[in-house]
């Protein structure tokens, strides 16, 4: 059969152009000969084409390419976000009290202990729980040659799985994109000298709650309650307002059920006076 019969039958189609072609270029070869560049003939059987394949064929790996997500660049009025907040806290009684990125970073931003401001760093950069932030070590950070990632571990479980609930592993890997991040991370683990199953915050929980309880009062109060769960909170919601998949959000947050991360996408539909326009009753 030849390489067009077999392209007309729908065998290749659907791959990859350049899979497709070392395909054909396979299938072609026949009894006929080739001279190398030494002038002797080859026979073109597969042993000849697997060894002579150009690279990034078959069996090689092609050079990378910059992958990127496709939603890159989005404009929020964080303004008007804030101001619509306390409706959406008053309407949806299941939905967190969360904070926005400029609050985010103006409560970092009065955060002066290295210590500190590792641990809030990490909860709003990776959704981290306190208590999988409290439980890091240098070996929670792995380099796989592509990128930094941290590795979570959900320690404690609570209530009876859902029917819906997906089978997951107790770890998660989160990768950390922001260069400002990943130098804040050398430079702790560096000034620590830390081994690797050290402790990077050898305190608990209550204590960071405090500490942030402190640095809202320093700042001037907020409307609601701001813990370190609020962090994680803020993290999801970060990444819908950015169009991240919601199946992936839940991947990154630990969740069994995605119903438990659905919640979140209720401060895309609060606002909704623009849906409104251009419809006219009189």
Same mark, same amino acid.
């Given at each position: ?9 729908? $065998? ?10 070392? /395909?054909?270029?396979? $299938? ?16 073109k059987d597969g042993k000849y084409f697997l060894?002579? !394949?150009?690279?990034?064929?078959? *069996? ?23 101001a619509k907040r306390p409706q959406l806290l ?13 609050? !985010? ?7 002066? #202990? ?7 760093? $990490? ?16 070996a929670s950070f792995i380099h796989d040659g592509? #990128? ?15 029917? &819906? ?10 990768? /950390?994109? #922001? ?60 990444? /819908? ?27 895309? &539909?609060? #606002?909704?006076?623009? *849906?409104?326009?251009? !419809?006219?009753?009189?």
């Amino acid at each position: 059969m030849h390489t067009s019969e077999l392209t007309q039958n729908g $065998l290749i189609i659907g791959l990859s152009h350049h899979y497709r072609s070392n /395909i054909e270029l396979l $299938l072609s070869f026949k009894c006929s000969n080739i001279k190398t560049c030494n002038g002797q003939s080859k026979r073109k059987d597969g042993k000849y084409f697997l060894t002579n !394949v150009e690279p990034g064929g078959l *069996f090689q790996g092609k050079p990378q390419r910059n992958l990127r997500f496709p939603i890159q660049h989005v404009h929020i009025d964080f303004d008007r976000m804030m101001a619509k907040r306390p409706q959406l806290l008053a309407t949806i009684d299941e939905m967190p009290s969360y904070l926005l990125k400029p609050e !985010v970073f103006r409560l970092l931003s009065r955060e002066t #202990d290295p210590m500190y401001r590792l641990i809030l760093d $990490l909860m709003w950069s990776t959704g981290a729980r306190v208590s999988e932030a409290l439980a890091l070590t240098p070996a929670s950070f792995i380099h796989d040659g592509y #990128d930094l990632q941290v590795v979570l571990s959900i320690l404690k479980r609570r209530g009876r799985p859902k029917k &819906t609930a997906v089978i997951r592993s107790p770890k998660r890997y989160i990768p /950390i994109w #922001d260069p400002v991040l990943q130098s804040r991370i050398r430079e702790y683990l560096f000034a620590r000298r830390l081994n690797q199953t050290d402790r990077l915050f050898p305190i608990c929980r209550q204590t960071v709650n405090r500490h942030i309880k402190r640095l809202v009062e320093e700042g001037g109060g907020a409307p609601f309650r701001i813990s370190s769960h609020t962090l994680r909170h803020s993290f999801a919601i970060h990444l /819908i307002l950015h169009g991240r998949p919601l199946k992936y959000v839940s991947q990154l947050l630990g969740h069994r059920s995605i119903e438990s991360t659905e919640i979140y996408t209720k401060v895309l &539909t609060n #606002d909704g006076a623009h *849906f409104m326009e251009g !419809v006219e009753f009189h």
